[in-house]
């Protein structure tokens, strides 16, 4: 049994013992986030994106960093995960991905239309920026690399094959489709897609999906002249 002043004792010094751990990791955790969060490529644009990011009360749907309200998907590693050029082109009309599904909301301050081309494209690569170095912040490994191999390719990868893709493939389309054993696994993967289906019926289905199956998972990007040739040219030659 403690007497009286042991107990005091006991609980002044173990206060203390506390108080002095809580305050050295406290200093320990001041003195690392500079280096852990990359704070010197805060610049100007991450600001802004930061800046949208909490006026708009991104994290009522989304998380960040773990923290937020896990309606959305969790955006820590966005821009590893999807690129920056799909997360521009997503951000232009949002709905046009998943149509039929739960949609993000349009924003008035990343449509062309509405905001003009270079306030809009601004507002959109300011939240790119935001995205991308909380994207390079050190956090011990949350949350875990993307899986981006494609399903059932059962080959090895070849880098040659998603090389030769038009540009836009390489940064939009490579976002939920895979090639030669590289890309994501929300869609179909595309090795051998010539053999499946025509340049017809591929032009048709990369202009309007919804026209030929409607309620798929694929947006209507409203892709046409070069751009439209060339993914055509491109997926006939798998």
């Known amino acids: 049994m403690l007497t009286k002043s042991a107990a ?35 610049t100007a644009d991450v600001v802004r994106g930061h800046v949208i990011w909490n006026k708009n009360n991104c994290m ?3 998380t960040l960093l773990g923290e937020g309200a896990y309606y959305a998907p969790e955006l820590t590693r966005a821009i590893e995960r999807r690129g920056a050029p799909w997360i ?13 599904r739960r949609q993000m909301i349009r924003y008035d301050m990343f449509r062309d239309d509405v905001a003009g081309a270079e306030i809009a494209a601004g507002n959109r690569a ?17 949350p875990h690399a993307p899986d981006m ?25 490579i976002g939920c489709h895979s090639v030669g054993g590289q890309g994501g696994n929300v869609g179909p993967v595309l090795d051998g897609v010539s053999g499946r289906f025509d340049t017809d019926y ?24 070069q751009t439209l ?7 006939g030659s798998l």
């Open 8 to 42: 005091k004792a006991f609980f002044l010094g173990g206060t203390a013992l506390c108080a002095a751990a809580f305050l050295l990791l406290t200093l320990d955790t001041l003195a690392e986030l500079p280096r852990r969060s990359h704070q010197e490529n805060m």
């Open 60 to 62: 009522g749907c989304h």
């Open 88 to 100: 521009d082109t997503f951000l232009q009309n949002p709905a046009a991905f998943y149509p039929n």
């Open 126 to 142: 300011d939240v790119i920026a935001f995205l991308t170095w909380v994207g390079k912040i050190d956090t011990s490994g949350f």
């Open 149 to 173: 191999v494609g399903k059932g390719t059962g080959a090895a990868v070849d880098p040659s094959v998603l090389a030769r893709a038009p540009l836009y493939f390489q940064t939009v389309c």
């Open 202 to 225: 591929l032009r048709k289905w990369i202009s309007d999906p919804q026209a030929i199956k409607p309620g798929t998972a694929m947006p209507t990007l409203g892709l046409q002249g």
């Open 229 to 235: 040739d060339d993914l055509v040219n491109y997926l």
